[in-house]
């Protein structure tokens, strides 16, 4: 069975200062990603109507719009040293990523970038990869706003350490195997990462509420946490030794949030994040979930989401 292709979803009438660095941050990893898995790329640009330059509708002007950028994603496609399938489509942008996705031979993963936008007084990342990563049947790189101004040349890299970002639940498993596949097929070493700081706020939040009522010691419970998630850490890291992948585990205990721990130590020399994503509720499902938005808008480097649920 010939491998996957990676898909690459570029805005490519983005010409702007922003829009051109971040298709060089995208093309730069799934062109060294392709290399790697041995695989080809398709890139696919998508006409939204939407975003038509002209008022009314003229078919002669209508199909010089829509030649131009058959002939830039062509273009585009040759000039790559991967051998890349230039597909063109029409509609709505995350609905036709995601349609590619339900295909038999669905590509293995997809690779595009974001920039953070401001709305009802907080930021969150772009509709387009907000809708993507809460459906998707694959695990979708997201380069975000601070990774692609430190895009670094991905294929120069000497060493590839990739960074898992574990709740130690069973919701991270589905991004625990993901990592496990890459490393073992790209090379590369893997640090698991654990966080306590919400576990202990949720832990002393509660503590508050009962102080008084029931007889505890704090200390005590806190001391469960460290030592539980410790032996799940070296039993989750003594599985991927086991399948030749070299492995280390890290656990931060400190009261800091789970998202800020992430992509801090995501600045320490990695090349990918990895991480899942699950909706808990009806808000948090709408931008699943404050960890992952927060890690890929902050992160230096590429975040990989894989859905809890897939």
Known sequence: MPPRSILVADDIENQTDAGKRRSLAIWSVATFLARRLNTTIDLLYVED?????????????F??????????????ARRNSISVRAVLKGGSVPDEILKTLRVKTAPELIVMGTQGRKGLNRVFIGSVAEEVVRHSRRPVIVIG????????????????????????????RPAERYALSLARRIGARVVLFHCLGDSYRIII???SMVSGWVPFNLEDILEDIRN????????????????????????????????????QEGDKGYSFIVMGTHG???????????????????????????????
Request: aromatic letters at 8%; glycine letters at 4%.
């Open 49 to 61: 109507i939407k975003a038509y330059p002209y008022r009314g509708f003229d078919p002669a002007r």
């Open 63 to 76: 199909q010089g719009w829509h030649s131009r950028h058959e002939i830039k994603i062509k273009e585009l």
């Open 145 to 172: 706003p601070v990774a692609q101004k430190k895009s670094q040349d991905t294929g120069a890299l000497k060493k590839l350490d990739i960074l898992v970002a574990t709740d130690l639940s069973k919701n991270s």
């Open 205 to 207: 939040h509660e503590s």
């Open 228 to 263: 539980n998630a410790e032996r799940s850490m070296k039993q989750k890291t003594d599985f991927f030794r086991r399948h030749d992948v070299p492995c280390e585990y890290k656990i931060e205990d400190t009261p800091i949030t789970s998202s800020c721990a992430v992509y």
């Open 280 to 310: 808990r509720n009806v808000l948090l499902e709408a931008y699943f979930g404050s960890t992952a938005r927060e890690t890929i808008l902050n992160a230096s480097i590429p975040v990989i989401i894989v859905h809890s649920g897939k």
